[in-house]
T-cell receptor, first 110, second 115 residues
């Protein structure tokens, strides 16, 4: 089946720093998605990308859909303590299912 | 924003027992999904349900699993004879838009503990 490689596995940063994480796949996707998960909760969608090369922002978050359709990155600028959580990338080929990456655990030190 | 509601939030069951996890998905969508997440691991696809039948399922979704839409608003996941390795968070999801290619709204999950 399709596999997503997400990196880094974890990040420890100072408040105010910028963050970058990425996902790569051996096969193409038609949609790339980035979710954030807080402890004990379901993932919450942050950004959805639908076209190769697309760059989309949501506040301090910016994500890009790679031109090859096999990768995506997420940047968080000027991190704040509430950015703490686990960030998952996910790819969708069709409406049937999403394939998730292993997650990046973000810790922000005040 | 529309919500997906799951009950119970936590269920403890003995190995070999049957469990039913319940979901009220966002109305007016045709797609419904179940995912699971073993503690500390990634979210894994179990099954998608479209037009009142299974449209796709993963290798995890074996004969012990079944899904049902018993009425117009509920969506259930049944595990017939639970195993220790079924312990996980189970999430129900609805597509954020009707064509289902724009990501999901997830419920808060049911934590299943098999002892």
């Amino acid at each position: 089946g399709q596999q997503l490689n997400q990196s880094p596995q974890s990040m420890f940063i100072q408040e105010g720093e910028d963050v970058s994480m990425n996902c790569t796949s051996s096969s193409i996707f038609n949609t790339w998605l980035w979710y954030k998960q807080d402890p004990g909760e379901g993932p919450v969608l942050l950004i959805a990308l639908y076209k190769a090369g697309e760059l989309t922002s949501n506040g301090r978050l910016t994500a890009q859909f790679g031109i090859t359709r096999k990768d995506s990155f997420l940047n968080i600028s000027a991190s704040i303590p509430s950015d703490v959580g686990i960030y998952f990338c996910a790819g969708q080929l069709h409406a049937g299912k999403s394939t998730f990456g292993d997650g990046t655990t973000l810790t922000v030190k005040p | 924003e529309p919500e997906v509601t799951q009950t119970p939030s936590h269920q403890v069951t003995q190995m070999g027992q049957e469990v039913i996890l319940r979901c009220v998905p966002i109305s007016n969508h045709l797609y419904f999904y179940w995912y699971r997440q073993i503690l500390g691991q990634k979210v894994e696809f179990l099954v998608s349900f479209y037009n009142n039948e299974i449209s796709e399922k993963s290798e995890i979704f074996d004969d012990q699993f079944s899904v049902e839409r018993p009425d117009g608003s509920n969506f259930t996941l049944k595990i017939r004879s639970t195993k220790l390795e079924d312990s996980a968070m189970y999430f129900c999801a609805s597509p954020r838009q009707t064509d289902a290619l724009y990501g999901y709204t997830f419920g808060s999950g049911t934590r299943l503990t098999v002892v």
